[in-house]
């Protein structure tokens, strides 16, 4: 019984962190083109207001996903277009536009606050698959959306690292200048991949607020922050789409038992394990990086030869390297 | 072409403006209000009385204070999305120290000294750890700073329900009031603190002083514009971006200070307003030249005082302020894009 209750829990865990492996994937794949997209944390907010009040204005719950994604689209283009074309600095431009969809959000939200709208249809069994002992539980009596994240995992590991566009991306990515030499336009690509990772970010946004935190709620509705937790996730997941969809999961994993041990545990105050993700953040991007700080290079350099292998490998274990050209604007000439 | 440039950027930037007004009125016909009632309403709330715009001076204080320590990080080259909560960590320390000499015999001038003085304390010191994180840690600043920010929010919240909360039940609206003997004073019959406004100023110019009159400032803009190449040339980059980090989060922990001391009296859980991220877009907008920090800050200031009008007058919310906001420093981006790709084709 005890078990079964966990089982159950864990199975809400995978259907928590599917708006992250979604958002995760998305911006995984614009840096993979050498684009940062900071607004991921604003178009989370904007997409989920805009899904919510669309589906709720048509009664069409995919139409709602559907203007989740245009926005998620809209804010990269601008991205792209203010970065690429107009060669303004990425994290500027990013970090107004993060800032700004959130006003907006609360804004045009407004008048949406606290209705009750379509709520995308509850888990049903896949047949056969659900009846596997323990996986079944976990991974086949889920919602629509759960699925689609499971093909979206496997099509995105597919598409990067087996197929030839994929090889491409991670060129235009890591070497821009040999890519562009062998006929590759970058730039162009580069619109298309951050328009596109923009469009998975912004089916985040209606994942929660037609989904896992049906409704919006305005300020309150619980959904700042997380697009920071998706850029920390990316850089964990050492832009991997299947390391960062598994930070996902051990993120939302984590949630979980934040909130389990909040029950057993009534002497830490809620307000502190609300925030545990933040703190846990910075130690995650502390762990990836640190490999690459000089004072830890010299301070292993000093260790006795019998331990120095060991904690170096330790280290370059856990390091993660963005895509070389991560951030810098490409000049064809 | 070198004679019209001036009037030509001044043109392109007048563009800008009018993009974001022409984008926040379709938001706002979006939202099926009259755009320019709106506007309106703002002025009003902002200007229409000696008290309205004391209290948006008022809100200038802590945005000059946050704009300047911006503008100290930004040229080091530095994100320190951090302001946020090291205002906070400001309030925080300066909190502390008037609950623990409240009730000694301290004279009251020098307690309200020592509050200062910590608040300027606790915010550098918050300042310093996004630091070291980002120096030592290799974690980049905007996570670093901003990880740390919603620390410091939970830490605020969980002083005023817990440890420091109002005899019998906490509550939101925060601690327990301060003693008037504790107040900085303000201005009979008004919110505004001349105290407040003094240090604001000041701050200010120290900052421009420094950044364009001096030794360090002259390094630390050469460490933001060419860490790898300043140094080579010797200069010790990770001590001036320490120190970049310390200045900035000791100005944004006297804002929070000062919230404490002339605005709230108490703590309070949103005791950093989002002035620590307004901060940063006034620095955005001013293109990072300090001479331009008062006047854009004011401005900002007023847009959000006056906005608090529009959910009484007009039931919209009044995160309008922030729309412009952002749309206006995201034209003024985009506009300095393309002059500079009119200039290359030219």
Redesign the interface.
């Known amino acids: 019984m005890e078990f079964n209750l966990i089982l159950v829990g864990l199975a809400g865990v995978i259907a928590a962190a599917t708006p992250i492996v979604f958002a995760t994937i998305g911006e995984t794949i614009t840096e993979k083109a050498g684009v940062t997209n900071l607004s991921v944390n604003g178009t989370i907010i904007l997409s989920a207001m805009t899904g919510f009040a669309v589906a709720t204005s048509t009664d069409n719950l995919w139409l709602g996903f559907l203007a989740g994604a245009f926005v998620g689209a809209l804010v990269a283009a601008i991205v792209a277009f203010s970065s690429i074309t107009l060669k303004q600095s990425q994290v500027a431009v990013g970090f107004v536009l993060t800032l700004m969809c959130r006003d907006l959000a609360y804004f045009l939200g407004n008048p949406f606050m606290g209705l009750s709208g379509p709520r995308v249809p509850p888990a049903f069994e896949i047949p056969l698959l659900s009846k596997i002992p323990i996986l079944g539980t976990l991974f086949f009596n889920q919602d629509i959306l759960v699925y689609l994240s499971f093909l979206l995992i496997i099509f995105a590991n597919i598409y990067v690292y087996k197929t030839r566009p994929g090889l491409s991306l991670q060129g235009i990515g890591e070497r821009p200048a040999s890519a562009y030499i062998r006929g590759t336009n970058v730039n162009k690509m580069r619109y298309i991949y951050t328009i596109l990772g923009g469009a998975l970010v912004g089916v985040a946004g209606p994942m929660y607020s037609l989904s896992v935190k049906a409704g919006w709620k305005g300020t309150i509705s619980g959904l700042d922050g997380i697009g920071w937790i998706v850029l920390a996730i990316v850089i964990f997941g050492g832009w991997n789409p299947l390391r960062g969809s598994l930070g996902a999961y051990l993120f939302a994993f984590l949630q979980w038992l934040g909130l389990v041990l909040q029950t057993s545990l009534p002497g830490i105050p809620s307000q502190v394990l609300q925030v545990a993700p933040f703190p846990l953040m910075i130690l995650t991007l502390l762990l990836v990086n640190i490999g690459n700080a000089e004072w830890v290079d010299r301070t292993i350099m000093g260790l006795p030869e019998n331990v120095r292998p060991a904690i170096s490998r330790l280290l370059r274990s856990m390091k993660t390297n963005p895509p070389s050209s991560l951030g810098v604007p490409f000049e064809n000439e | 072409m070198k004679s019209g440039s001036r009037w030509y950027r001044f043109g392109i930037q007048v563009a800008a403006v009018v993009l974001a007004l022409v984008f926040t009125s379709i938001?706002l016909l979006?939202?099926k209000a009259q755009p320019l009632e709106a506007y309106k309403n703002i002025l009003v709330g902002s200007f229409s009385s000696i008290e309205a715009i004391t209290n948006v001076i008022v809100v200038w204080i802590p945005l000059l204070l946050a704009s300047a320590g911006a503008l100290v990080t930004f040229t080091a080259g530095l994100?320190n999305?951090g302001i946020e909560g090291q205002i906070t960590l400001g309030a925080i320390s300066t909190t502390l120290v008037l609950r623990l000499l409240q009730h000694s015999d301290v004279s009251p001038a020098i307690i309200i000294f020592l509050a200062v003085l910590s608040g300027f304390i606790g915010g550098a010191l918050w300042a310093a750890l996004a630091g070291a994180?980002k120096t030592?840690?290799?974690?980049?600043e905007?996570?670093?700073g901003?990880?740390?920010n919603?620390?410091a929010?939970?830490m605020t919240?969980?002083l005023i329900?817990?440890p420091w909360k109002r005899p019998g039940i906490g509550s939101m609206s925060g601690t327990e009031p301060f003693a008037n003997t504790l107040w900085l004073p303000t201005i009979p019959g008004l919110r505004l603190s001349w105290w407040s406004l003094l240090i604001g100023i000041l701050a200010l110019v120290l900052v421009y002083v420094l950044l364009s009159n001096t030794h360090f400032g002259l390094k630390l803009k050469a460490v933001g514009k060419n860490r790898k190449a300043a140094s080579v040339f010797g200069i010790p980059t990770s001590n001036f971006m320490m120190s970049a980090f310390l200045i900035c989060g000791g100005l944004a922990g006297l804002a929070g200070a000062l919230q404490v001391l002339a605005v709230y009296h108490r703590l309070i859980p949103s005791i950093s307003s989002g002035y620590g991220?307004l901060g940063?877009?006034v620095g955005?907008l001013i293109n990072y030249q300090a001479i331009w920090a008062a006047p854009v800050a004011f401005f900002f200031a007023a847009l959000n005082f006056g906005s608090i009008q529009l959910p009484i007058v007009m039931k919209?919310?009044s995160?309008?302020?922030?729309?412009l906001?952002?749309?206006l420093?995201?034209f003024v981006?985009?506009m300095?894009?393309?002059r500079?790709?009119f200039e290359k084709k030219a």
């Open positions: 938001i979006i939202a994100w999305i994180l030592y840690g290799g974690v980049n905007i996570f670093g901003l990880g740390l919603f620390v929010t939970a919240i969980w329900f817990g991220y940063l877009m955005m919209l919310d995160s309008l302020s922030g729309v906001q952002g749309a420093v995201l981006l985009m300095d894009g393309v500079k790709r």
